[in-house]
């Protein structure tokens, strides 16, 4: 009886290839909500400070007046706090992870640009009057 | 007879995590023991004090890496229990389901460590294998294999697609299939039961009184399972069972454990088959109201408690975390006395220790005289943390 559970176990492990994943030849198992990274948009940022209000490890540091978005990347947990809360949209978390890096802090710096200037005959019948 | 000081840890080849035991031996006999805890202490219950609701849930989740979600809940349902706020149905199930994959894939990462600290390595490789069904189901509902963020004030964060269901269910037969062998394997393989049947034996009284909690006090028949004691989420309206055993050794802990496995299992099935719809989070507001709970869960390791207080701002005053493995070290050492050497890792393995969670510091009051309670002149002995 127990040469036989011996013999299947053989078999199988012989036969059955590694239970293991081939990386990096096969990618990395990830699925559509893995939070790999956080990825920045600076176009459309209302620079509101939100994402460095509700950061728990206070990764995100926003200046207003000079208008610049900076993450330390070691600091971010990748919760997703930031992502859920900008009401414009402007950060994702992608499944893929980041890549090593060398030295700390990992910090990610943005100059967000102005927004362009209201057209000031935009809907006007008659421009120029 | 000359006595020997063994000390094991805090680093050593056969913990995980850093604690110390000053271990006094006669021989191969342990004749006394003195526990330091405390190493992994980061100060994370006041850094609770500093940071409000939406932040707080992170950091709270990583008092431990394993049981993560039942702190995370535990600490929101005790704010959401002083502010009034009712979690929907569906968030209920939500929290429901990741507690018990959590508790599923703890108890798997357990059973293998424990076949490790007994050299049984095969096991130990084929238990972490089907775990990862259990962590690629979490992370496929919530984004990452431990720490998921599931959970805020008032509900959960994500919701549940139907595919998503789909796929979490599609890998519970393999997993059950899984199970049922690993309680064959328990059963019959001769060198496991040499080294679990009769080891740390902890009768009913004494895990009464040293106040064991979790699979430690099931397995030497205290029927004490805060889901169904003091119920939570939706435990009340599912169908499972509590698993105890009479044994009280090691042995009596491992069936417990994968009697658990695969109870949760039946709940995940259960609560992913009979999912109710609606929102997932209900308005909490941004304060609590000023007032003081004990909330309590529980996690795979046992009962785990935080005591809350809050004050009417966006933060807590205080909370206070006792775990489970803090309860269930004056078991570990009791069941040492008396028993080889050889038996340490085991013994200290069976409780499930969870260093992460046990290290909360306690201030004691000094100064001026204490009279009898004052302690001893060089330090206490026993218990410092």
Known sequence: MGLITIAKTISRNVFGGPATRRYPAEPAKRYDLTRGRLVFEPENCRLCRICMLRCPTQAIVVERKERTWEIDHFRCITCGNCVDLCPANVLHLEPVYREPEADRPAKEFHRIPEPPPENADAGCETPGV | MTRIVVPI??????????????????????????????????????????????????????????CS????????????????????????????????????????????????????NTLFMWTWRDREAVLDTLEELSGNRVHYNMNEIGGVRLDLSPSQVEAALARMPVLEERIRAYVGMVEDEET???????????????????????PTARASGVDYDVRKDDPYLVYDEIPWNVVTDTNGDVYGRTKVRIGEIAESLGIVRHCLENLPGGPIRAEAPKAAPPGEILSRYEAPRGEVAHFIRT??????????????????????????????????????????PCLSCTSRITLVKSGGDLGKDAPPPNGPRGWSR
């Not at chain 2, 805090?10 to 995590?17: G, I, N, S, V, Y």
């Not at chain 2, 496991?192 to 009284?205: D, K, N, Q």
């Not at chain 2, 005053?317 to 050497?341: F, Q």
Request: overall charge negative; glycine content about 8%.
């Open chain 2, 9 to 66: 840890g805090p680093q050593h080849p056969a913990l995980k995590e850093p604690v110390n035991f000053r271990v006094v031996t006669d021989g191969e006999r342990i004749v006394d023991l003195e526990l330091n805890l405390s190493y992994s202490h980061r100060g994370i219950e006041k850094a609770a004090e500093q940071r409000d609701f939406i932040r707080v849930l992170p950091l709270i989740e990583r008092v431990c890496g394993i």
């Open chain 2, 69 to 120: 979600h039942s702190h995370a809940t535990v600490f929101s349902k005790g704010i959401e229990e002083i502010m009034g706020v009712e979690i929907p149905p569906r968030a209920q199930y939500i929290r429901t389901i990741i507690a018990e994959l959590e508790r599923m894939h703890s108890h798997m990462l357990w059973l293998g460590v424990a076949a490790h600290e007994v050299g049984f």
């Open chain 2, 192 to 214: 496991m039961l040499t080294r679990f049947r009769g080891v740390g034996s902890l009768s009913r009284e004494e895990a009464l009184s040293f106040g064991a909690v979790g």
């Open chain 2, 311 to 352: 004050n009417g701002t966006a933060r807590v005053e205080r909370v206070d975390i006792r775990t489970p493995t803090l309860a269930n070290w004056t078991s570990v050492a009791h069941c040492l006395i008396g028993r080889p050497l050889a038996d340490v890792p085991v013994i200290v393995a069976a409780i499930d």
